[in-house]
């Protein structure tokens, strides 16, 4: 099994706009979370702070490993925010994996269409895509599990990857966006989060679930610090 990280978007001060792509023993694809919506190029570079480049879309991140949209099987939805959901309607092919507490949530409340007057919904609400709603903590394949943590948003996933050589790795996303939020009790709370309760209550769910199988990794959701220590595709962990 190999982790790639892959990087959609850096904001002015270097922030991340991250996805990863994981590849199984037997060679399934799977995509978590697909970045910045195609075109709006203004907007979007008012949003980051900088212009985002052409090899930060999603397409152009997977070719640079060999990869196709239709090569993914399956698309692990973290959430609908703008930079995590914007290229979903790229991947028909794909089993879109989603918390169903979200994808209700998201259909009623207008965060999760529009950004600054960039449209998101259309992309994750294409007709043409297939969603798998899951309630909870899910194994999707051997290795990898969906760890339900609400709080920046109802319904909020991170992922599991139990690696053979770098051991487990936990993509926090935004349940944990930076390496300075790993203290439940004091960690900040800003706008974007939805739930302070339900976001510290998952924060210490992941702090525990690291301790307790002995996580050496835990990639942070916007951590420009740690992002630039991290090995990015065309490199990956295994």
Not at 51 to 70: D, F, K, M, Y
Not at 133 to 155: K, M, N, V, Y
Request: charged share 25%.
């Amino acid at each position: 099994m190999k982790l790639y990280l892959l990087q959609y978007g850096r904001g002015s001060l270097g922030v991340p706009m991250p996805g990863y792509l994981i590849q199984t023993d037997d060679g399934v694809n799977v995509l978590v979370d697909t970045g910045l919506p195609v075109g709006h190029d203004a907007a979007i570079a008012a949003f980051l702070g900088v212009p985002r480049g052409e090899e930060n879309l999603v397409v152009n991140r997977l070719a640079s490993i060999g990869l196709v949209p239709q090569d993914i099987r399956y698309l692990i939805c973290t959430h609908f925010d703008i930079d995590h959901a914007g290229c979903h309607d790229a991947f028909p092919d794909a089993e879109l994996v989603v918390q169903r507490s979200h994808y209700e949530v998201a259909r009623e409340n207008p965060r999760f269409s529009t950004l600054l007057d960039i449209p998101v919904r259309e992309h994750w609400d294409h007709p043409d895509l297939h969603y798998r709603l899951i309630e909870g903590d899910t194994e999707l394949l051997p290795g990898i599990e969906l760890i339900e943590t609400s709080g920046h948003a109802i319904g909020h996933q991170s992922v599991l990857v139990r690696l053979p050589n770098t051991g487990p790795v936990l993509l926090a996303i935004d349940a944990i966006k930076k390496a300075d939020q790993l203290d439940p009790e004091t960690r900040s709370f800003d706008a974007f989060d939805m739930d302070e309760a339900a976001l510290r209550a998952s924060t210490r769910k992941l702090v525990e679930l690291a301790e307790r199988e002995g996580i050496g990794l835990i990639v942070f959701g916007h951590d420009a610090q740690q992002w630039r220590t991290l090995k990015q595709a065309p490199e990956y962990y295994d």
